[in-house]
């Protein structure tokens, strides 16, 4: 089936009438890009992320238009459309797309990830054609994918400390990729905890595509430093393993925190570091009473790992 796109110019301040009778129009599908709302969205979440692509910053530069999508054969709605856009006095352009199986396509944005030497994170629809150890998601549902230099420093360094019977904690699990990996190869449990509550059912849901289940694998919502009954449920145990793949303000804000979590033969990773915050990550957890033992680096990008001092 052949698609066009259509894409309408407006203004910021427009924008959001223009959606909204297009919405009224019958035009309920659109495609929103706008540097002013990105901006704010941005400002908004600035504690959930230290790094933001900059050619996608340089893509939405003075951009505020509306895209939609009709089928080519959709004479009559187009029609439609073309009058309504007249009538707000703006413009529109209309691109037909080459004919593809958009229900399948985006599949190919998902590859297999080498990653270590003994792990590869696989998309569900793909077959384990390697000998290696298989972990595999659900992509693009949230965080957590294998394809990020943090992740792959983690699961890296995991290869090489995780022995058989570990238990593991992973704050910020995101799709549970780490908590994943943990149990292939030959951690006895691990708990992933993560603030969104998506985030709980999807690993859960990921956790499955691999075999493990509670209690091999239990998914949590909560805060840590904030929810008293996630942290009592968390601190009567110590892990041999605690994984905290975030950003570095939220790992310097954990910090205080993670000792409850170690004991003095516990190994505490920490990830999602940008070579500019590391020396602020390192001074959090030294502070904390923790001794860093290696720091990983993959383009801008550091893993620290520590213990009990």
Known sequence: MTYLEITISTTPSQIEDVAAALTSGGFEELLIEDQQEFETFLDENKAYWDYIDESLQEKLQGLSHIKLYLEDTDTEGLARLEKLVASLGLNMTVNTLAETNWEESWKENYPPQIIGE???????????????LPVILDPGLTFGTGAHPSTQM???????????????LDLGSG???????????????????????????????NAAYNGFT??????????????????????????????????????????PTLPQFLSADSILICSGILDTRLSDVIAALENAGLEITEIRQKEDWRCVCAKVR
């Not at 994943?180 to 691990?190: E, Q, V």
């Not at 942290?231 to 145990?237: D, E, F, N, P």
């Open 214 to 255: 509670a209690p091999e694998f239990t998914a949590l919502t909560g805060n840590v430093t904030a929810d008293r009954k996630l942290m009592t449920r968390l601190s009567g145990a110590h892990y041999d393993l605690v994984l905290v793949n975030i950003v570095a303000d939220v790992i310097c804000h954990l910090a």
């Open 118 to 132: 003994k792990l590869i994170v696989l998309p569900y629809w793909l077959e384990n054609d390697t000998d290696r």
């Open 175 to 205: 799709s549970g990729i780490l908590s994943i990996a943990a149990l292939r190869l030959g951690a006895k449990s691990a708990i992933g905890v993560d603030i969104d509550p998506k985030a709980e059912d999807i690993s859960r849901e």
């Open 154 to 168: 983690v699961m890296e360094a995991m290869e090489e400390c995780i022995k058989p019977g570990f238990s593991c």
